[in-house]
């Protein structure tokens, strides 16, 4: 067309031309294709240590043990904090789907921004894998095909610890409770286990989430004369209660304390002298076995030196069942495709074992209840706990039969 134009004109035409094509070619090039991992934590609360950084490290580990790539795609893996507010969790999780190619959302200790970002990934067709929440609605009335809980609830914890402190005695109860989703679903959770026992509730005191002062919380606790004190909290408000029931007297005067959710880095701070003989249960223990000590061995290398959580522990093993799944489609863009492939496949990793997970989203494995160790057992710094039992994956979760889920057909 140009050698019909005069020669000065058809010069300039060429060179718009050509400017055109390589500007189009600079802006309309489209970044190659990767996998988004987005690691939502409390970076700087109460549940800091027992999540946060050492999440991202457990996801990072995860994505580097797989090879970096999946299906021939880069897997990046980045970071923000929800400052356990559901707010701030739902927009960081709409921005991330919407602008940062975010294809699946893992951690988020908290349950009532759990439950949001479960909400938000529905409504986008992306993948939550909750290792931080606690609230069993998460498999139950709330559940979503596109959510799996990962590494314990609500359910569990009653049912391992709660089920285990009242076979020994303890049939009456007082709880201090943290008024979130989380505190609701696990005082209701361990309230059914001590009635079907025949145990009763006496009472219950609520408290905010990152409390300072419990004092006339614990009072209440005493007046009730309850056997035990069940704690239906979590983190930094695990820790401070604690402390201030030893200041109280609250053991001396004949009470016992049933931390329902302990993690071993609440251990760490609080200290043998005042957490021994604790009962809790866990998913995940570093010292279980000769692959746990492996690898958190490499996880207390890249974090200053802490043992790993069960929650950082689910983080690792959440991410690489995901990528298996991801590497079966060949994609990570129909969330709920990713995660139905998920539930088919058997899960099998160094640090929970073999396992399954529900058509209601509810991954299953063993859980065990330990008792926190004297000083004088300990051998070392991380050797905190002795098993008393082990509650195996068929009976650790409640039945998806019985969880109220809409996606289980009856």
């Not at 979130?180 to 361990?190: P, S």
Request: net charge neutral; charged share 20%; glycine share 8%.
């Amino acid at each position: 067309m140009l050698r019909h134009l005069p020669k000065r004109i058809a010069d300039r035409s060429m060179v718009v031309t050509l400017c055109a094509a390589a500007l189009c070619s600079a802006a309309c090039k489209k970044d190659p294709p990767k996998v988004v991992i987005g690691v939502l934590s409390d970076m700087s609360g109460l549940y800091a240590d027992l999540a946060g950084k050492g999440s991202v490290v457990a996801a990072q580990m995860a994505v580097d043990d797989f090879g970096g790539t999946v299906a021939g795609m880069p897997v990046e893996v980045i970071s923000a904090d929800h400052q356990n507010k559901p707010d701030v969790g739902s927009s960081v999780v709409r921005e991330w789907y919407d602008t940062k190619n975010v294809d699946v959302i893992v951690d988020v200790p908290t349950s009532s921004v759990a439950l949001a970002v479960s909400s938000v990934t529905q409504d986008k067709n992306k993948v939550f894998l909750g290792s931080g929440p606690g609230s069993s609605d998460l498999t139950g009335a709330k559940c979503s095909p596109n959510t799996i809980h990962w590494t314990y609830d609500t359910w569990a914890l009653a049912n391992a610890t709660g089920r285990e402190i009242v076979k020994n005695g303890g049939d009456t109860w007082f709880f201090l409770t943290a008024d979130y989703a989380f505190g609701a679903a696990l005082q209701r959770d361990v309230t059914k286990v001590v009635e079907a026992s025949g145990g009763k509730v006496l009472g219950e005191a609520k408290h905010q989430i990152n409390a300072t002062d419990f004092s006339s919380l614990l009072l209440q606790a005493q007046n009730s004369k309850a056997k035990i004190v069940g704690l239906a909290n979590a983190g930094g408000d695990t820790i401070n209660s604690i402390k201030q029931a030893a200041q109280f007297g609250i053991v001396s005067k004949g009470q016992k304390l049933a931390s329902l959710l302990v993690f071993i880095s609440d251990i760490n701070a609080l200290g043998l002298e005042t957490a021994q003989g604790l009962t809790l249960s866990e998913a995940f223990y570093w010292d279980r076995d000769d692959q746990t000590r492996a690898w958190a061995q490499k996880f207390a290398a890249k974090h200053n030196g802490a043992m790993p959580t069960m929650v950082q522990a689910g983080v690792y093993s959440s991410v690489l069942h995901y990528l298996k799944a991801v590497a079966e489609l060949k994609s990570a863009k129909d969330g709920k495709a990713v995660v139905a492939k998920m539930e088919a496949m058997p899960t099998d990793d160094p640090l929970f074992g073999k396992g399954t997970i529900d058509a209601n989203g509810r991954k299953r494995h063993s859980m065990y209840v330990y008792e926190v160790k004297t000083p004088a057992e300990s051998k070392a710094k991380w050797d905190y706990y002795k098993l008393i039992r082990e509650v195996p994956a068929d009976q650790a979760f409640r039945a998806p039969a019985d969880s109220g889920c809409p996606l289980i057909k009856k």
